[in-house]
């Protein structure tokens, strides 16, 4: 069976770094693109960027080019999402994705607040 | 990028009845590889996106049979024939043909 298991809920303050997982099994992790997807409350969906975890190709949306950081460790079969320095703008649920787009994970909600 | 619209946004229908959601591109969708990269998700409230189907017309495993999509380049349509109560939620078009991948903005079926 085909799942993406992503981290837990995070509560962090303005500034503070972040980095959250999504784990895939039961498929060949490095064969597919995985894709990390914002909602905004009440919003829709926004695809921020892909990553080909067999050679880490990477490409980022223009929205979201030098605000996250994508990556992926193949020996473990996980996908990263990272930021640096979060504002409170960066409140969402996240979603990993397998392309094109048949399993996702459950969302990681990050909530930044001072 | 490759702008989607979808329309309506909203669409209050009545319990077996069919709804109809229509979603354009700004550009073709057309692969260079020649297939067309055009899925339909949905979101029930509280859940993450599911998807329904891709590659404009395939049905992807589980799905019921009232779900259906076609079309083709730039103006594509998904249709179910006979609404139920679990259909209620959020469903958007996107593509993958071309990066950045996009998303329509979302069309919201609730049951009048």
């Not at chain 1, 099994?25 to 909602?39: D, M, P």
Request: some cysteine; charged content about 15%.
């Amino acid at each position: 069976e085909v799942q993406l298991v992503q981290s837990g809920a995070e509560v962090k303050k303005p500034g503070e770094s972040l980095k959250i997982s999504c784990k895939g099994s039961g498929y060949s992790f490095t064969s597919y693109w995985i894709g990390w997807v914002r909602q905004m409350p009440g919003k829709g969906l926004e695809w921020m960027g892909i990553i080909y975890p067999g050679d880490s190709d990477t490409r980022y949306s223009p929205s979201f080019q030098g605000q996250v950081t994508i990556s992926a460790d193949k020996s473990i079969s996980t996908a990263y999402l990272q930021w640096s320095s979060l504002k409170a703008s960066d409140t969402a649920m996240y979603y990993c994705v397998r392309h094109p787009a048949d399993y996702w994970g459950q969302g990681t909600l990050i909530t930044v607040s001072s | 990028d490759i702008v989607m619209t979808q329309t309506p946004l909203s669409s209050p229908v009545t319990l077996g009845q069919p709804a109809s959601i229509s979603c354009r591109s700004s550009q073709s969708l057309v692969h260079s590889d020649g297939n067309t990269y055009l899925s339909w998700l949905q979101q029930r409230p509280g859940q993450p996106p599911r998807l329904l189907i891709y590659k404009i017309s395939n049905r992807f495993s589980g799905v019921p049979d009232r779900f259906s999509g076609s079309g083709a380049g730039t103006d594509f349509t998904l249709k179910i024939s006979r609404v139920e109560a679990e259909d209620v939620g959020v469903y958007y078009c996107t593509q993958a043909t071309q990066f950045p991948w996009t998303f329509g903005q979302g069309t919201k079926v609730e049951i009048k």
